[in-house]
């Protein structure tokens, strides 16, 4: 790719991010730091200029972010420092994972830990030489004030260039060798594989509060969803109750937001109780999933309301004039965490009333002493309500209330993947509860992105405001949207969806694929844009990894289209590279297990014809990850050759190439997906 031509002199002296469709960029456009956007343009200029590049990497919904902002980007003479002795780049790392991937991999390995802010410095050529996350404007715990740090790095480049580039040679060397992909593992993707898996997550749990670990605690949306299919093929009750009492401890904390719907990011102790308040996309939408599933699974009625209100909360409050979902709310408003949410005791009492306050106050545990700061407390829920009409008058009029008071900022950025993710659990929730609007809101948004974000028939990674961005799409992007897209074609029984999800689906093959190593991905293109490494990681985070998702959604798509075996042959050499993940880390494959659960099941097959009892039913009870089809005989592929039973609806049940008779009654289909 030929490079842009450089700028002249007199524009680089200036901050450029106004002209960023990321809102993150934008929120530093009026800094005084002559921040760049990340290009060949800025790296160039360094080179001419001999100057180390200055790269920070953050989000819109990052709370800390703000804060060095606040503290050091928006401060003059830090801003002069910077731009005296670097060229600054500020990147969104939602807009360029494979950009945070690499650093934020370097980052780790100089100091133990990551995070954002991340602050890295570079050679004029990207190679990382010292790296971090935040930095206070005073020196604090043991940290260097960040206009220490500026001088420091300055002085080392002028006098001491030899350590700078010995050092970055060895980060550099080190970031390849780390993207060598797992090797494809000795044992079988079996049973047994999964039910040490799920005993291994199983010993981790924190058997008082849900979940795993301590704080701060973050929901394992893919990790539960994959035990929750590993129950459904064991039935082992001791698996299912891991998944309740993770998913009902969440939903009754302050990591859920009572009034609204919708959980945010994670939780700062270990309890639940008080969020980190910035709700993002990606993780209502898997959570959704996992929900919805829950729930038709169990018929609890708290799994059941937490998905009818994150439904609300996304059409609501993340939808945006596009039909697509907006990719955050901030943490912060007016720049005070939590400031739209808490409340005191005598707050409630100023919208509600005495009587029904004090009632509020203890079904929301709203006390004097508070669970936040000030004296205020974030609402939890920790019984169901006595009287259902009460607390949905009282929720009502709390909700209410609540948005007179200024509200947390928007990052409006529609992210091809997380709308993929959007897209899948609406889809399987409308599809399981009979919400034909839910599964309308699907189908708007699949249709947005492939008019919108599919350009030459590849991915773009994210658009704003109906502009489409120029970074491509990285794996991620085309993993969620395939499965999306074959979600929304079960869903709706219109086989047209089929085609762009095949085409899509080759497109990773051909792009994305390790050529000496099938079933091995890279995360960035074979033509994208050339870094200091080509990034891959096929460990899940917090969303799952390119690998994971490509893998759900060539076994989705083996299964929908059994005629094309290259889908089934490399959705199992994908699965097969994961097996040391399983084996060693499975809390960290969480949808490899949800994907491997899937691929040891069959994956179950369901094609139902005729529609009416048969469709419904199969939706309902069919375990995740199945694949569920309904219409008429030879409408789709996996409908082909299969008829109606002596003029009567049937449904034909498959698990990979082995079928069952055709049966013609619910009973007798609940029971074909129960063996």
Same mark, same amino acid.
């Not at 980190?276 to 999933?289: G, I, P, Q, S, V």
């Not at 089934?568 to 994908?574: F, I, L, P, R, T």
């Not at 040391?580 to 040891?600: F, I, Q, Y």
């Given at each position: 790719?030929?490079?842009?031509?450089?700028?002249?002199?007199?524009?680089?002296? $200036?901050?450029?991010?106004?002209?960023?469709?990321?809102?993150?960029?934008?929120?530093?456009?009026? %800094?005084?730091?002559?921040?760049?956007?990340?290009?060949?343009?800025?790296?160039?200029?360094?080179?001419?200029?001999?100057?180390?590049?200055?790269?920070?990497?953050?989000?819109?919904?990052?709370?800390?972010?703000?804060?060095?902002?606040?503290?050091?980007?928006?401060?003059?003479?830090?801003?002069?420092?910077?731009?005296?002795?670097?060229?600054?780049?500020?990147?969104?790392?939602?807009?360029?994972?494979?950009?945070?991937?690499?650093?934020?991999?370097?980052?780790?390995?100089?100091?133990?830990?990551?995070?954002?802010?991340?602050?890295?410095?570079?050679?004029?050529?990207?190679?990382?030489?010292?790296?971090?996350?935040?930095?206070?404007?005073?020196? &604090?715990?043991?940290?260097?004030?960040?206009?220490?740090?500026?001088?420091?790095? +300055?002085?080392?480049?002028?006098?001491? &260039?030899?350590?700078?580039?010995?050092?970055?040679?060895?980060?550099?060397?080190?970031? $390849?060798?780390?993207?060598?992909?797992?090797?494809?593992?000795?044992?079988?993707?079996?049973?047994?594989?999964?039910?040490?898996?799920?005993?291994?997550?199983?010993?981790?749990?924190?058997?008082?509060?849900?979940?795993?670990?301590?704080?701060?605690?973050?929901?394992?949306?893919?990790?539960?969803?994959?035990?929750?299919?590993?129950?459904?093929?064991?039935?082992?009750?001791?698996?299912?109750?891991?998944?309740?009492?993770?998913?009902?401890?969440?939903?009754?904390?302050?990591?859920?937001?009572?009034?609204?719907?919708?959980?945010?990011?994670?939780?700062?102790?270990?309890?639940?109780?008080?969020?980190?308040?910035?709700?993002?996309?990606?993780? %209502?939408?898997?959570?959704?999933?996992?929900?919805?599933?829950?729930?038709?699974?169990?018929?609890?009625?708290?799994?059941?309301?937490?998905?009818?209100?994150?439904?609300?909360?996304?059409?609501?409050?993340?939808?945006?004039?596009?039909?697509?979902?907006?990719?955050?709310?901030?943490?912060?408003?007016?720049?005070?965490?939590?400031?739209?949410?808490?409340?005191?005791?005598?707050?409630?009492?100023?919208?509600?009333?005495?009587?029904?306050?004090?009632?509020?106050?203890?079904?929301?545990?709203?006390?004097? +002493?508070?669970?936040?700061?000030?004296?205020?407390?974030?609402?939890?829920?920790?019984?169901?309500?006595?009287?259902?009409? &009460?607390?949905?008058?009282?929720?009502?009029?709390?909700?209410?209330?609540?948005?007179?008071?200024?509200?947390?900022?928007?990052?409006?950025?529609?992210?091809?993947?997380?709308?993929?993710?959007?897209?899948?659990?609406? +889809?399987?929730?409308?599809?399981?509860?009979? $919400?034909?609007?839910?599964?309308?809101?699907?189908?708007?948004?699949?249709?947005?992105?492939?008019?919108?974000?599919?350009? *030459?028939?590849?991915?773009?990674? +994210?658009? /704003?405001?109906?502009?489409?961005?120029?970074?491509?799409?990285?794996?991620?992007?085309?993993?969620?949207?395939?499965? !999306?897209?074959?979600?929304?074609?079960?869903?709706?029984?219109?086989?047209?969806?089929?085609?762009?999800?095949?085409?899509?689906?080759?497109? @990773?093959?051909?792009?994305?694929?390790?050529?000496?190593?099938?079933?091995?991905?890279?995360?960035?293109?074979?033509?994208?844009?050339?870094?200091?490494?080509?990034?891959?990681?096929?460990? *899940?985070?917090?969303?799952?990894?390119?690998?994971?998702?490509?893998?759900?959604?060539?076994?989705?798509? !083996? @299964?929908?289209?059994?005629?094309?075996?290259?889908?089934?042959?490399?959705?199992?050499?994908?699965?097969?590279?994961?097996?040391?993940?399983?084996?060693?880390?499975? $809390?960290?494959?969480?949808?490899?297990?949800?994907?491997?659960?899937?691929?040891?099941?069959?994956?179950?097959?369901?094609?139902?014809?005729?529609?009416?009892?048969?469709?419904?039913?199969?939706?309902?009870?069919?375990?995740?990850?199945?694949?569920?089809?309904?219409?008429?005989?030879?409408?789709?592929?996996?409908?082909?050759?299969?008829?109606?039973?002596?003029?009567?609806?049937?449904?034909?049940?498959?698990?990979?190439?082995?079928?069952?008779?055709?049966?013609?009654?619910?009973?007798? /289909?609940?029971? !074909? /997906?129960?063996?």
């Amino acid at each position: 790719m030929t490079p842009p031509e450089p700028a002249a002199p007199e524009t680089r002296h $200036r901050n450029t991010l106004g002209e960023a469709t990321s809102p993150y960029l934008r929120q530093h456009a009026d %800094n005084p730091v002559h921040w760049h956007q990340w290009g060949e343009e800025a790296l160039t200029w360094a080179r001419e200029r001999d100057v180390p590049v200055l790269l920070s990497v953050g989000y819109a919904a990052c709370h800390w972010c703000h804060v060095m902002a606040h503290e050091s980007f928006e401060d003059e003479a830090t801003a002069a420092l910077m731009n005296e002795h670097f060229v600054c780049i500020k990147v969104d790392r939602e807009e360029r994972p494979d950009i945070d991937a690499i650093y934020m991999n370097a980052t780790v390995a100089m100091t133990g830990q990551g995070g954002w802010p991340m602050t890295c410095f570079l050679t004029p050529d990207g190679a990382p030489f010292y790296c971090g996350t935040y930095y206070p404007k005073l020196p &604090r715990g043991g940290m260097p004030s960040f206009t220490q740090l500026l001088e420091a790095i +300055a002085e080392t480049w002028r006098n001491r &260039r030899a350590d700078v580039h010995r050092s970055a040679v060895a980060i550099v060397s080190e970031l $390849r060798r780390g993207s060598g992909g797992l090797a494809p593992g000795e044992r079988p993707v079996d049973a047994a594989l999964l039910d040490a898996a799920d005993a291994s997550v199983a010993a981790d749990e924190d058997a008082v509060h849900g979940g795993f670990g301590g704080a701060p605690k973050f929901p394992p949306s893919a990790l539960a969803e994959g035990l929750l299919r590993g129950y459904e093929r064991s039935g082992n009750p001791a698996v299912l109750s891991l998944v309740e009492r993770t998913a009902e401890a969440m939903a009754r904390g302050g990591i859920y937001d009572q009034l609204a719907g919708g959980f945010a990011r994670y939780s700062v102790d270990a309890g639940w109780v008080v969020p980190h308040f910035e709700k993002m996309l990606y993780d %209502n939408a898997l959570l959704l999933r996992m929900y919805a599933h829950l729930a038709r699974r169990t018929a609890a009625p708290w799994a059941r309301r937490v998905t009818e209100e994150t439904v609300e909360f996304l059409l609501r409050d993340l939808r945006t004039a596009g039909r697509c979902f907006a990719s955050a709310l901030d943490a912060d408003t007016d720049g005070v965490e939590g400031l739209t949410y808490v409340w005191t005791p005598g707050q409630l009492a100023e919208v509600l009333g005495d009587d029904d306050a004090q009632w509020a106050a203890e079904l929301f545990t709203v006390t004097d +002493a508070g669970t936040f700061e000030h004296g205020a407390s974030v609402s939890q829920l920790r019984a169901d309500p006595d009287d259902a009409a &009460r607390y949905e008058r009282v929720r009502a009029e709390l909700f209410a209330a609540r948005l007179q008071r200024p509200q947390p900022g928007r990052d409006d950025k529609v992210v091809t993947a997380w709308n993929g993710f959007a897209i899948t659990a609406l +889809a399987e929730a409308g599809a399981a509860f009979g $919400r034909a609007d839910w599964v309308e809101a699907a189908v708007d948004c699949a249709r947005t992105l492939l008019e919108l974000h599919l350009v *030459d028939g590849r991915l773009r990674r +994210a658009s /704003l405001g109906g502009t489409v961005g120029l970074p491509a799409g990285v794996l991620e992007d085309y993993g969620a949207l395939v499965t !999306a897209l074959l979600a929304v074609y079960q869903a709706t029984g219109d086989a047209a969806w089929l085609d762009p999800a095949r085409e899509l689906a080759d497109v @990773a093959l051909n792009h994305f694929q390790d050529p000496a190593r099938p079933g091995s991905w890279f995360d960035t293109a074979d033509d994208a844009e050339t870094l200091v490494a080509r990034p891959r990681d096929p460990i *899940d985070g917090a969303t799952p990894s390119g690998a994971a998702l490509i893998c759900e959604a060539l076994l989705t798509l !083996a @299964a929908v289209v059994p005629e094309d075996p290259r889908y089934a042959d490399v959705a199992d050499a994908s699965l097969r590279s994961a097996v040391v993940l399983l084996e060693r880390a499975p $809390r960290s494959a969480g949808h490899w297990l949800a994907v491997a659960e899937a691929a040891v099941r069959g994956p179950v097959q369901v094609a139902t014809v005729g529609g009416g009892e048969l469709l419904t039913v199969a939706r309902q009870a069919a375990p995740g990850g199945a694949v569920v089809v309904g219409g008429d005989p030879d409408s789709s592929p996996l409908l082909a050759g299969r008829p109606l039973v002596d003029g009567r609806p049937a449904a034909y049940v498959c698990r990979g190439y082995v079928c069952d008779r055709p049966v013609t009654t619910a009973a007798e /289909l609940r029971a !074909a /997906l129960s063996a």
